[in-house]
């Protein structure tokens, strides 16, 4: 544990409490009155309020669309499947700044519904929550398609032959046992709704902001860190409040059922209502997930003198950002690639080492390891960010003007899904094996060497892409500490739709396909890898 420990304390504590130091504390003292004058101002009790209601509207929303997609993977058999589930999850590992720049090419100024039918729904709160539907629709297909297609059906038939209807079945028996799984998908989408920072800055115009919103409103524009310090602690007592409710839903969806084989449950697809019922889930996928993508993709091929690729090859021209970057916008595919993969390293040492760790203890103590390692995921990362400038700024640890401070930073969001993805394989490693392997001889060393390994490669590979996807789309921290001259893909293609003209916006769509693109690739690469369903993600 002392390797995870001493990475969090230094590089997610430290910065985020050197934060709050600066906005609270002043020479006489901790200001705690500032709290109450902050969340007391009527614009951020608009704040908060938007806040709470756009996440349970998204969440309410998501599992209306979703929970009909996650009985069709849990238990029909369809041709192309495998594909289609490796398709809805790409949104999920997309950076939140392409997530907000394809409803901008499908909803917004001279988007798709503009061109047809002069309909724009940016700066609408329908364009964001739709956002928010298109990139948690994995959450709730992975997490109750998973539980529900290990299910015993035989459970539900039982009810049938004593005279209950398929609706009332399924209500009293099917949904109970559901019921742990729904609520902790439920909590993820609400968290990652909450905390959302790049769809609602650039679908949501002036008028609408979250909490992370206006905590890099308020740091980086208006320089009021002490609306940002209260800002941040109310942000961290929420996501600590989601985090431990989600830990409580998780215990009880591992040991509530006994399961069953998910090749007993699933069959072809039998009567009209089940291929309608099918039908209509490939509709919401292609309307939800395919059409937004495609539209990214037509408009960054287009251009003044028609389809081509204009916006691409501009890429590689200094000249053509209008004094946007200090190097071609293209570098910045190179640099993000780098930077995930150092990133992706750490993650797998930190994560790896945190999971076995976990494994080897219980109680109080490993709970609440377990929930430090999630904070990253709902803390705000651009508290996190700011924090890495004014405290990795001395000897000897005086990185600011190191590459490895977006790597580390990348890292902190990765360490999650590692420990997530792996924390269930090895849990599941029979500790006789070791005993036996100590017996004959091995060290501790070899023995995990010997007989954890083989057993958690494959997991450790479905961590690693995980780590990288979600290393490669890191926005709210990177944004205050990519330099100029090494500007990441997310941090680039912000930068250009923040300036007017029609290259500037076409370079943001080509750069935003790119990072779709790369995204798609890891994910098809893990889905092949993964013969399994282990892991939450």
């Known amino acids: 544990m002392a390797v995870p420990v001493a990475f969090f304390a230094v590089f997610f504590a430290y910065p985020v409490a050197a934060i709050v130091g600066r906005g609270l504390k002043t020479d006489g003292g901790w200001q705690f009155g500032r709290i109450g004058d902050v969340l007391t101002r009527a614009d951020i009790l608009g704040v908060l309020w938007f806040t709470t209601w756009q996440a349970l509207a998204s969440t309410a929303l998501t599992l209306l669309i979703a929970l009909p997609g996650a009985y069709v993977f849990a238990r029909f058999d369809f041709p192309g499947k495998q594909v289609l589930r490796a398709v809805v999850t790409v949104p999920f590992v997309l950076p939140t700044v392409v997530v907000g720049t394809a409803f901008l090419a499908l909803l917004g100024r001279g988007g798709l519904l503009d061109d047809l039918w002069g309909v724009r729904l940016d700066t609408s709160v329908w364009a964001i929550l739709l956002a928010h539907v298109f990139f948690n629709y994995a ?4 997490t109750v398609g998973g539980l529900w297609s290990q299910l015993d059906p035989r459970q539900e038939e039982a009810a049938r032959v004593l005279g209950a209807g398929r609706l009332a079945a399924w209500w009293r028996v099917t949904l109970p046992a559901l019921g742990p799984a729904v609520a902790a998908a439920a909590l993820m989408v609400f968290l990652f709704t909450f905390t959302s920072f790049g769809v609602v800055q650039i679908l949501g115009g002036p008028g609408f902001s979250t909490l992370e919103v206006e905590i890099y409103r308020q740091t980086a524009q208006l320089l009021d860190l002490p609306t940002a310090a209260v800002l941040t602690l109310t942000q961290f007592a929420a996501v600590g409040a989601i985090l431990a409710v989600h830990a409580w839903t998780v215990r009880r969806r591992e040991t509530a059922l006994r399961l069953v084989d998910p090749a007993l449950t699933v069959r ?5 209502g089940q291929w309608t019922l099918l039908g209509a889930v490939l509709g919401t996928v292609l309307l939800l997930i395919l059409v937004p993508l495609g539209v990214l993709v037509e408009r960054s091929l287009g251009g003044p003198g028609g389809y081509g690729f204009e916006f691409y090859r501009a890429l590689g021209s200094v000249e053509a950002g209008g004094g946007t970057f200090l190097v071609p916008p293209l570098e910045a595919v190179w640099n993000s690639l780098r930077y995930a993969l150092v990133a992706t390293a750490v993650a797998l040492v930190v994560g790896g080492l945190a999971a076995a760790a ?3 203890r219980a109680g109080r103590l490993a709970r609440g390891f377990d929930a430090l390692l999630m904070l990253p995921l709902g803390v705000s990362a651009v508290t996190v960010g700011f924090g ?11 990185l600011r003007a190191s590459w490895i401070l977006v790597p580390l930073a990348q890292a902190l969001v990765g360490v999650p899904f590692v420990v997530r993805t792996m924390l269930p394989v090895l849990r599941a490693v029979d500790g006789r094996l070791r005993e036996a392997a100590a017996v004959l001889g091995a060290s501790p060393l070899r023995a995990w060497r010997e007989v954890d390994l083989p057993l958690v490669r494959r997991a450790s590979l479905v961590a690693a892409g995980f780590a990288f996807a979600v290393s490669l789309g890191e926005f709210g921290a990177t944004v205050f500490i990519a330099r100029p001259d090494r500007p990441t893909l997310p941090v680039a293609v912000a930068r250009l739709l923040g300036r007017p003209g ?8 080509a750069l935003s396909t790119v990072l779709m693109v790369v995204c798609a690739v890891s994910l098809l690469a893990l889905e092949r890898i993964r013969t399994d369903r282990s892991g939450e993600f």
Do not use: C, H, S, W
Request: charge should be positive; hydrophobic fraction near 40%.
């Open 268 to 272: 072809r697809p039998r009567g009209a």
């Open 388 to 398: 890495f400038l004014i405290t990795l700024d001395k000897p000897p640890l005086d």
């Open 502 to 509: 029609e290259l500037n916006y076409g370079q943001a769509m």
């Open 358 to 360: 976990l494994t080897r």
């Open 139 to 142: 959450v709730v297909v992975r």
